[in-house]
């Protein structure tokens, strides 16, 4: 199915629950740089096999989705891609208007997370192992990209590079981007480069790839021969810097649900959201035994994550959370 926004069309696929007249309905966002057929896909199935119809996505620029210049990475328009979503699940007739929900994985849950704080529409949100965009975490995803893990290697007794090398290597990036993107708008050429390396970026000299390092590619690295297109657009590191979900979420009052742990994603940054979040129907799930990626495809905790969250939407519907 296909539907519009901004402009442009959408690709998706809707999951929908069997034997369900008018479920509630979820719209998800997958990590940085996602395909619907990735992380959205084991989270969506799973959800609608707990009765939710569950909508993922290519956003703009991305996939089968259409869009110019390709491999835009927009945090801004990918969530306006999720809010047309909604207005695509309403749309239909047989989805429940009043029940629905938001639901993301890395960098797609805080982006969550934002958008409830805006879009009266939304009755409850959950973020899984989020990519939470604030200034500390972006130079930890920096910095990380420098450190050259082996498996089986322990990467929390890894040297990371100092935060003032992080602040630099920031800069350097930023600087690229305001190149590409005058020369963009000067001659209309987009400068590429990978988006994911697995070599380590050079903590004094950083590296041209968006994600580099052996820890990403990791688990990028295999999408990488099932035809993922490994680029993203330079310029467009403007948009990602330039966007925090720091003033959204601390204005949420909305039900919410954030699972993380010690072995995602910048642990401090999951915590200082979490707290500054005003409502008081919040729950914060800890599980220090998962790693970051494990929580985007391994099937017994993405099992465990759409239960956790199934219980917190059921308990939002009920009045209960």
Not at 19 to 39: D, M
Not at 198 to 223: F, I, Q, R, T
Not at 249 to 261: E, F, M, R, S
């Amino acid at each position: 199915m296909t539907y519009p926004s901004h402009g442009e069309t959408i690709a998706g696929v809707l999951f929908r629950p069997t034997n369900v007249s008018n479920p509630p309905g979820i719209v998800l966002i997958g990590p940085y740089s996602f395909i619907k057929e990735q992380a959205p896909l084991q989270y969506a199935t799973r959800l609608a096999d707990e009765g939710y119809a569950a909508l993922i996505f290519d956003p703009r620029t991305v996939g089968e989705s259409s869009g110019m210049p390709r491999r835009l990475e927009n945090p801004k328009m990918k969530n306006e891609d999720a809010v047309s979503g909604l207005d695509y699940l309403i749309s239909r007739g047989d989805v429940d208007k009043s029940k629905l929900f938001l639901v993301g994985i890395c960098q797609g849950g805080p982006e969550c997370l934002d958008i409830a704080s805006y879009e009266d529409r939304v009755a409850g949100v959950a973020s899984v192992t989020g990519y939470f965009r604030d200034h500390e975490t972006d130079i930890y995803m920096i910095c990380a990209g420098c450190v050259a893990w082996e498996p089986g290697a322990d990467i929390a007794s890894m040297e990371m590079p100092t935060p003032e090398q992080g602040e630099a290597l920031l800069k350097a990036r930023i600087e690229r981007a305001k190149e590409a993107r005058e020369l963009y708008e000067k001659t209309g050429e987009v400068i590429y480069q990978p988006l994911v390396d697995p070599k380590a970026a050079d903590p004094e000299s950083g590296a041209l790839a968006g994600l580099p390092g052996p820890v990403v590619w990791s688990w990028y690295g295999p999408w990488t021969l099932k035809d993922f297109d490994n680029r993203y657009a330079v310029m467009s590191d403007l948009d990602h810097f330039g966007y925090t979900t720091v003033p959204g979420v601390a204005k949420l009052n909305k039900p919410a649900l954030i699972i993380h742990g010690d072995n995602s994603m910048n642990a401090a940054a999951a915590k200082r959201h979490f707290d500054s979040i005003p409502t008081k129907s919040k729950k914060l799930i800890w599980y220090d035994e998962v790693s970051h990626f494990q929580h985007y495809d391994q099937p017994d905790i993405v099992d465990h994550n759409v239960g956790d969250i199934s219980s917190w939407f059921k308990k939002v519907l009920e009045g209960t959370a």
